[in-house]
């Protein structure tokens, strides 16, 4: 698509399923009959104790094509280990069971338990374990093609992953409508033919404009890129009098513009002589960030700030330097808020080449806002456990934020993270623009680009503007080789990185 430039000037009239250590160490892919859900508690310990020699002592086997334990997701990654691997597993086993029976001592011990409410909690867990074990099956099943078992395991996952049900059900729920539209346009086992993108999509709908409103405000991701991202520029434009902000994507075209009007705020309040602001929006929605420019455009009067708004409409691909109108006597700096991973393709030159050219324009800093999360593996089933993990996390977080029935969370959940989901989980090739990357590769591919960190050196304000924010108390910030991350209860969701020319 051939870049559209638009200017407009106004200078002068100015609790998921827990997927870690504490819910399960290991996943084996076997089905247990549920019917003895109201076992007591004494006699599940005894039927768990027996069945660990169960399981060394017969062949283990599972619908699919290979017999497969999957180990290990406390990383959000997953092992495949052939089942003959046995004397290492059987001592990884004796060390839960003992673990098992000092924990059931403990309970015994502690009478102010409810015995019933323990009853409760230990089906649901069983039952969320359960929907792990069908949800990576039909997975696999997918990822070789067998739509005949890939169909039975999806619809037992559609009577159990409820949209309003736990935390891990809703976000099951989400992957079981991606793998049902991956299934549908995937050729059988055997068959050559490639993966395509959703028939239908609400990219640019008014649910999921809706959605990303509901997040900026409940969720605090959105608000810590901005927060960091103008921390950063503020001190790059520091005695500055001229200056120019290139914005990729415009932080997803979030209606009213909220990063720029802090940014706005701040330079009018700053001491010194007035500056002149002028700000870039790159994107393939001119309309929608025109709309932006123009409200931007009212703040900046009031405020007695000089300012200039224009439009590219291109794609990060096609973006060439002279559509930026670079002027000499102007500080550059590029802000990127969860839109870079969109230039990410199968093959290294789109990304690289994108890089390169935003290196040759020589930026004061680069501000880099990322999921800290790797979706962009070549196999789909390592692809899909990453996601799995890391967006649990996130409905987990959802849940200790909103009530049950809140009908915010549902839209969040289904028009804003959902298509995430089924972004990753079905789509292949070009139609797969959620391609997130941690911050190791993205370390790499900036140093190849000509970049070099510039470390963020705001970790205790960044702690108190989350204590400001009243953000919900599982969420945490912390450092990570000069880059500051947002995670819920140490899972990383969001990276905050600077860079500057090498």
Sequence with gaps: MEPKFFCYDKSNASNSLDLNASSASCYILSFQDSSGLDETRNSKRLKQLDNFNQYFGNEYHHDCSR?????????????????????????????????????????????????????????????????????????????????????????????????????????????????????????????????????????????????????????????????????????????????????LGMTLGLRHGYQWRSLIFNLAIRAGRPCRL????VGNCADRLLVIGDELGEYAQNLGVKYEFAVVESNLENLRREDLKILDDEV??????????????????????????????????????????????PFF????????????????????MLPKYDTRRSKMEQFYFGEEIKNIVSCEGPARVERHERLDQWRRRMGRAGFQPAPVKMLTQARRWLESVQACEGYTISEEKGC???????????????????
């Design 67 to 247: 017999d497969v334990v999957y180990e290990g997701s406390i990383n959000g990654r997953t092992e495949e280990k052939k089942c003959s691997t046995r004397p290492l597993f059987r001592d990884h086993i004796w060390a839960y069971a003992q673990k098992y029976m000092a924990a059931a001592a403990v309970e015994e011990a502690d009478g102010a338990y409810d015995k019933e409410e323990h009853v409760i909690k230990e089906e649901g867990k069983e039952d969320g374990m359960r929907l792990v074990q069908l949800l990576v099956a039909c997975a696999e099943a997918v990822a070789y093609r067998d739509k005949r078992h890939a169909s039975t395991l999806i619809a037992d996952l559609q009577a159990d992953a409820l949209v309003f049900g736990t935390s891990f059900q809703r976000v099951a729920s989400c992957f079981v409508q991606g793998l049902s539209h991956r299934l549908e346009l995937v050729q059988p086992r055997g068959a050559v033919g490639d993966i395509g993108a959703i028939p239908k999509t609400i990219a640019f709908s008014l649910e999921k404009e809706k959605a990303l409103g509901l997040v900026y405000e409940i969720c605090p991701h959105v608000q810590f890129g901005h927060y960091v991202a103008n921390a950063s520029i503020l001190q790059a434009f520091e005695g500055e009098s001229s200056i120019h902000v290139v914005d």
């Design 381 to 400: 089933l390592g692809r899909f456990m990453e996601a799995l993990y890391y967006y649990s996390a996130i409905f987990d977080s959802l849940d200790a």
């Design 484 to 502: 500051l991350v947002l995670g819920w209860k140490s899972k990383p969701i969001i990276a905050a990185s600077c860079w500057k020319c090498s």
């Design 332 to 377: 550059l700096v590029i802000n990127s808020i969860l839109e870079l991973h969109c230039a990410v393709k199968e093959s290294r030159g789109a990304l690289n080449s994108v890089l390169q050219m935003l290196n040759d324009l020589t930026p004061k800093a680069f501000i880099l806002v990322e999921q800290e999360s790797s979706h962009n593996g």
């Design 278 to 281: 002028r700000i870039t929006g």
